[in-house]
């Protein structure tokens, strides 16, 4: 590599001495000493010994390690990272980060050649080329930053490039990064006067995943600059701490391209942001965009949008997106969505949407949606949706659950298991109680019911007629519950209980019918069987209108009825007897 002529003595003999001393105080973990044996074993499990044997974890993008390919090894008290090395043919570079290491594909090496290292005003002016070392061929688009000042900047298509440095301590400190190429850093000192104090130097570090998922959406593909981009894909999972960053708009802020590198208490974006996280606070005029995890208090106008995970609150006119987990609090106007499991509470006028896991609360004025297994409550104005285990309750027009274990309330219900209770007017489970009836009673000539639940609860939907040529008309319409309980192969009893509606010749009246039925039920063949049995009623007729003249004289219910009574009435409106069904019952 080359090195700048200004680099002197005196600089190499303090980096010398202060790596000596920081190796004296602290061990890398690629510095333990390990012992491995292993003949024609797959990668992966080699690797799980490894992480056995030294306390730690890998991390590493699975595409890019072939977990499953046979290895063999003899390594005697070899230091992890020789022993990394022997495995991975020198192919990978190793960073290390709080209890991981990272490992990165890198068969390639690079090179930087400087051009320019001189003061212009208050400025420390750095400039050069990088180049591909095997090809000598000079390289596009691979970022160069200074990690105190936390200023960065792309090669242009000539590999060249150029720092305007401000505020940095004594030594520079040039890291070059680009994909699948080996990180390097080169080191000189600034020539500019240093002042006396000190200068706290920033807190870098790298943090494992995927961040990528966010510049790939249709939000990122709008916000965020082809430039911006490739300095994420570069730089991956390093991860600065500051405590205040600000932008106008993505391209606009205090710290430049590094802004998705940064991790700050405090961000502030007066139209929109493009940061690494925060840890505390986060506000903007239209929008805020994360690449990896925000634990705070986010609010935008228009959208939030969050890489890696969030712990905290979201608050969106329009839009909260997490591509990670949830655990806290999202409300919008419209949308809100978690790719990986949420736990809390998501509020939208809307629409609701969780990935995989959701333990918490969802409400929503049109749709709740959970792909993986819900576990607490759904509320909406027209459906929920859970694609696999619902532990809890679904309230909605209409709500489905691929395996119930709780309560559906709704119009119409779904499950896909006859576990669970479902409360509606139409409810279909699997190997459920479907049933259509046809039978006749002591008021009715003809009853229709559907029967659908499952054995331990069904609902019953019913309409009955009956009419004659010398007595008056009654048409009955009403909602019941219903239990199956099965005496034997063929024979069940089912206790019912129902309210009805009864229309008399016109709509003056209140007459409402309330039924306890008892029927048995015999199963001739399949799909058919035959039901009988008593009933208890309850009748009650009442004027809607108490000031105005009782014109309905109707005595339809009391003539049928007389001679089963047990409760006259007295005065007071309410009559009851003891009366009969039987019927078909199909299905």
């Known amino acids: ?47 799980g010994l490894m992480e056995q044997k030294g306390n730690f974890r890998f991390a590493y993008y699975s595409k890019l390690v072939a977990k499953d390919s046979l290895v063999s090894i003899h390594a005697d008290q070899s230091t992890i990272k020789d022993v990394l090395d022997q495995l991975l043919k020198n192919r990978y570079e190793y960073k290390e980060s709080k209890g991981f290491i990272i490992l990165r594909y890198a068969p390639l090496e690079l090179a930087l050649v400087l051009e320019k ?10 400039n050069g080329y990088i180049m591909d070392v095997q090809t000598n061929k000079r390289i596009e688009n691979a970022s ?28 520079i400190e040039l890291t070059v990064v680009k994909e699948n190429y080996k990180t390097i850093t080169t080191i000189f000192l600034s020539e500019i006067k240093i002042q006396m104090g000190s200068r706290k130097s920033a807190n870098s570090d790298y943090v494992d995943g995927d961040f990528s998922a966010v510049e790939r959406s249709g939000i990122g593909r709008f916000f965020i600059s082809s430039k911006q981009k490739i300095q994420s894909l570069n730089l991956g999972g390093l991860i600065s701490e500051v405590p205040v960053q600000a932008s106008l708009i993505p391209s606009l802020s205090t710290r430049g391209m590094m802004n998705s590198q940064i991790n700050s208490s405090v961000s502030l974006n007066l139209l929109g942001g493009y940061t690494g996280g925060v840890r505390g606070v986060e506000m903007a005029g239209l929008y805020n965009i994360n690449r990896m995890n925000v634990h705070a208090l986010q609010m935008a106008g228009i959208f939030n949008t969050v890489g890696g995970s969030v712990k905290g609150v979201q608050l969106a006119g329009v839009y909260n997106n997490v591509f990670g987990d949830l655990n806290g609090l999202q409300m919008s106007g419209i949308h809100n969505s978690v790719k990986g499991s949420q736990i809390g509470l998501q ?32 509320i909406s104005g027209i459906y929920n949706a859970g694609h696999q285990k ?45 049933k259509f009836s046809v039978t006749r009673n002591e008021i009715s000539d003809i009853n229709l019911a559907i029967k659908t639940g499952d054995n331990k609860l069904y609902t019953i939907l019913m309409v009955g007629k009956s009419e004659r040529t010398n007595e008056e008309k009654l048409t009955s319409f009403g909602f019941g519950l219903g239990k199956n ?53 309850l009748y009650s007729s009442e004027r809607r209108d108490k000031s105005s003249p009782d014109i309905n004289n109707s005595t339809f219910v009391q003539n049928r009825t007389k001679r089963y009574n047990v409760i006259k009435d007295n005065g007071n409106g309410i009559t009851g007897w003891v009366g009969w069904s039987f019927g078909l019952t199909l299905f």
């Not at 000596?20 to 690797?47: C, E, R, T, W, Y």
């Not at 290292?117 to 750095?126: A, E, L, P």
């Not at 105190?148 to 242009?156: E, F, I, P, V």
């Not at 959701?358 to 819900?374: F, L, P």
């Open 390 to 434: 619902v532990r809890g309750m679904q309230i909605a027009a209409l709500n489905y659950a691929k395996e119930l274990d709780g309560l559906q309330i709704g119009l119409i219900n779904f499950a896909g298991s006859p576990s669970g209770y479902s409360f509606g007017l139409l409810n279909f489970k699997k190997d459920g109680y479907q």
């Open 117 to 126: 290292n001189s003061v212009v005003g208050d400025y420390q002016v750095v």
């Open 485 to 537: 309980a099965p005496l034997g192969n063929r024979l069940s009893y089912n206790p019912e209980i129902s309210i009805q509606y009864l229309y008399l010749g016109n709509w003056d009246r209140y007459n409402f019918v309330y039924k306890f039925d008892s029927p048995f039920t015999f199963r001739i063949l399949k799909g058919v069987a035959l039901s009988a049995g008593p009933s208890f009623n």
């Open 1 to 47: 590599m080359f090195m700048n002529s200004k680099i002197t003595l005196i600089s190499f003999l303090f980096l010398l001495f202060s790596g000596a001393f920081f190796s004296a105080h602290a061990q890398s973990m690629l510095d333990i000493p390990i012992s491995v044996q292993a003949d024609k074993k797959p990668l992966g499990n080699i690797l």
């Open 347 to 378: 509020i939208s006028g809307i629409y609701n949407h969780t990935q995989q896991d959701s333990k918490g609360i969802q409400i929503a004025a049109i749709y709740n949606n959970v792909n993986g297994s819900q576990n607490g409550l759904q």
């Open 144 to 171: 160069v930053y200074e990690k105190n000042a936390l200023q960065s900047t792309l090669t242009d298509k000539e590999g060249f490039f150029e720092l305007k440095l401000k505020n940095i301590p004594e030594t």
